[in-house]
């Protein structure tokens, strides 16, 4: 049974920080817009979760997706100084909202200060509270409504707007695309990710505190994303599955964690700079050769 809530536990949170890197893909991936803060939209939408369910009476069920539009609400924020910055110095902007969000739950009361929130409460289904095995299945149903969603934004005229926008900004807007709108959305619908991945880790660990959410854990997020294959709708699953068994498989080196994320990192970008499964990776050449091998196939 120990074993068995241990793998449930580890399957959990592996399923809420893709759908945290999911957001990070549609930000970087198909927009090619700079985000090194994605942890803090992860604590946007936590906290808010945690105070509406624990403060405020709201249920889950609402609290889930006003955290969400929370976390959106303040993508679009970013999105707008985004506008006027580009690369190197969106880079350190991002990283410095990670900051100063991070250091806006450690200092204000509301959100607990070095305490953080305690006592968080599990969903409740039709009368039934939803932890351990439940738990799990429900975090995987929204991993997989955020992965069509991600494979819908992709086949449509916002994924060819963002493609274009990834290229050339220039191009883009001499071709008629608003820059500053689709800005402004890659950065919203990623922070909206960002928030419902936060909410779905508060009411599992049902204790958040400031720390969860540090610049650290927004590298962990980007490296969940690059090792995947950025662009790719199964990418951030794949690498954060990846990134999270690593120090389990490996626990007895856990205090050099950081050390193997970076060398295997490095080892990818030189060997697989499309990540594991991201397109035109090995991976994914071979499964559409694959694929394609079998639709010509004689009758």
């Not at 999911?22 to 979760?49: D, E, H, K, P, R």
Request: proline share 3%.
């Amino acid at each position: 049974m120990i074993i068995e809530m241990y793998y449930v536990t580890l399957f959990t949170v592996i399923g809420a920080y893709a759908i945290a890197t999911l957001g990070l893909n549609i930000t970087m991936g198909y927009a090619g817009q700079v985000n090194l803060g994605q942890a803090a939209f992860v604590g946007i939408g936590a906290f808010t979760s945690a105070i509406l369910t624990t403060r405020l009476g709201f249920s889950f069920w609402v609290a889930l997706p006003l955290s969400g539009l929370v976390a959106m609400g303040i993508g679009v924020l970013l999105g707008l100084v985004s506008i006027r910055l580009r690369h190197d110095f969106l880079a350190i902007t991002t990283i410095g909202f990670n900051f100063i969000v991070v250091a806006i739950f450690l200092y204000y009361d509301l959100f607990g200060g070095s305490f953080g929130i305690i006592n968080i409460p599990r969903p409740v289904l039709m009368g039934f509270k939803l932890k351990g095995l439940s738990y799990m299945l429900l975090v995987y149903v929204i991993l997989a409504a955020s992965m069509a969603f991600n494979k819908w934004i992709e086949k449509s005229w916002m994924g060819m707007a963002f493609e274009a926008l990834r290229e050339d900004e220039e191009a883009a807007q001499s071709m008629g695309i608003d820059v500053r709108k689709f800005k402004i959305l890659a950065f919203s619908i990623g922070a909206g990710f960002g928030g419902i991945a936060g909410s779905l880790l508060a009411h599992f660990k049902t204790y958040i505190v400031y720390s969860d959410f540090e610049f650290p854990i927004s590298i962990m997020i980007l490296t969940m994303c690059i090792m995947g294959g950025m662009g790719s709708v199964y990418g951030p699953f794949v690498g954060s599955a990846i990134v999270i068994l690593i120090p389990e498989i490996f626990r007895p080196l856990m205090q050099y964690r950081m050390v193997m994320y970076t060398v295997f990192l490095l080892l990818l970008l030189r060997f697989m700079p499309e990540g594991l499964v991201g397109r035109e990776s090995p991976i994914d050449r071979a499964i559409r050769n694959i694929l394609r091998r079998e639709v010509v196939k004689p009758a």
